[in-house]
């Protein structure tokens, strides 16, 4: 969902079933499409890599170093072939090297190519040093709007810059909610805000730097406000009761369903002892379903083949899975493309 949302904002997003395609390695076979997938998958190795790079707690500001951001964009594009990280004008995007050129986004002038290093070390002063819980959410903020302000790269800023977020926000999120979801949802929003944030100062009474404190703080406001938004919803998605719910429609649709064989409602508190106990025996999940041996064998094998249930070998026990053609019972509204018609080929 975070490679999703983030190559969305890029205007290089492409179905989820590409992706659930990709990370089988089946590839399509028109190059386009190929190539967001390719950049999906790199986008999720990569935040794979990155998170397992992160220190236990209590070293909040790990994320936030420069060190890091450049890591990030190393581990997405040393990952791609040169043809997958070519720019609009022709140039081949070096993972994690810093840009030589000086260059121009919209309105906005980036700083000086020489002088990128020396913000670069100035951004290792300030936002690292967080600690604790108590404006985390701003130091990030801040740092996000910091560092695409920098530019410190030629291309691939934005998509660098959300993984050094997404991984600064570990320690809040722990990965059950995204901010790449809301700033995808609100993009226009996100772009103007973060442009707004590059203005000049405004006066005497508008901060001590050369860009406007105003604007940086509303910058800020509204990445709070949208990191609330997504505790929020992932709270009410998350809601053991709304799961249970959402687990019975299932069940009831597909086994009344003439496209779906061997389903069967009695499964349902079967499965939501899976999804709140864990790991469970295949021998106590079908006795829990009430069905005869035969038939309970039949539905266990139908619900792993269709991936409701996920399991290590052919005797381990079964764990709860969200497959993405069942999330718009499960986890409606958090991947609402997912249940779309692909129409990519």
Same mark, same amino acid.
């Given at each position: ?19 659930e395609r990709a990370l089988s390695a089946d590839f399509s076979t028109t190059p386009s499409v190929a190539q967001k997938q390719r950049i999906a998958l790199a986008h999720i190795e990569a935040e794979k890599e990155l998170? &397992?790079?992160?220190? !236990? ?17 190393? $581990? ?12 609009? *004008? !022709? ?18 002038? &980036? ?63 722990? !990965? ?27 006066? *005497? ?9 105003? $604007? ?29 719910? !959402? ?19 009695? &499964? ?57 053609? &069942? ?19």
């Amino acid at each position: 969902m975070n490679s999703y949302y983030s190559n969305r904002i890029e205007g290089q997003g492409t179905h989820p079933a590409n992706i659930e395609r990709a990370l089988s390695a089946d590839f399509s076979t028109t190059p386009s499409v190929a190539q967001k997938q390719r950049i999906a998958l790199a986008h999720i190795e990569a935040e794979k890599e990155l998170e &397992a790079t992160l220190p !236990g707690a209590g070293i909040e500001g790990f994320a936030l170093r420069s060190s890091f951001l450049i890591s990030a964009h190393a $581990a997405l594009y040393r990952r791609l072939q040169a043809a997958d990280r070519v720019t609009q *004008d !022709g140039l081949v995007i070096e993972p994690g090297a810093l840009r030589t050129q000086d260059v121009s986004v919209g309105r906005h002038q &980036a700083p000086i190519a020489a002088s990128v290093s020396s913000f670069l070390a100035r951004m290792d002063e300030v936002y690292p040093r967080i600690k604790g819980l108590d404006g985390v959410l701003f130091y990030i903020a801040a740092a996000h709007h910091r560092a695409a302000w920098v530019h410190p790269f030629r291309d691939g800023n934005g998509r660098a810059c959300r993984l050094q977020t997404h991984c600064a926000m570990l320690p809040l999120s722990a !990965g059950l909610w995204s901010v790449n979801r809301g700033l995808a949802r609100q993009r226009d929003t996100y772009y103007a805000l973060l442009d707004s944030a590059d203005a000049a100062r405004q006066g *005497d009474l508008d901060g001590r730097g050369n860009l406007s404190e105003k $604007a940086l703080a509303q910058w800020c406001a509204y990445f709070v406000a949208l990191a609330d938004d997504q505790v929020t919803f992932m709270g009410k998605l998350l809601g053991l009761e709304r799961l249970k719910d !959402g687990i019975a429609s299932l069940m009831l649709i597909r086994s009344e369903s003439a496209q779906h064989s061997n389903y069967s409602r009695q &499964a349902t508190l079967a499965l939501h002892h899976v999804l709140l106990a864990g790991p469970t025996a295949r021998g106590e999940f079908m006795a829990m379903t009430g069905l005869t041996e035969r038939t309970a064998s039949r539905v266990l094998a139908q619900l792993i083949k269709d991936k409701l249930l996920v399991s290590e070998g052919p005797k381990s026990p079964v764990s709860f899975n969200f497959p993405l053609d &069942a999330l718009n019972l499960l986890l409606p509204n958090l991947y609402p493309e997912a249940s779309t018609i692909n129409s990519e080929a």
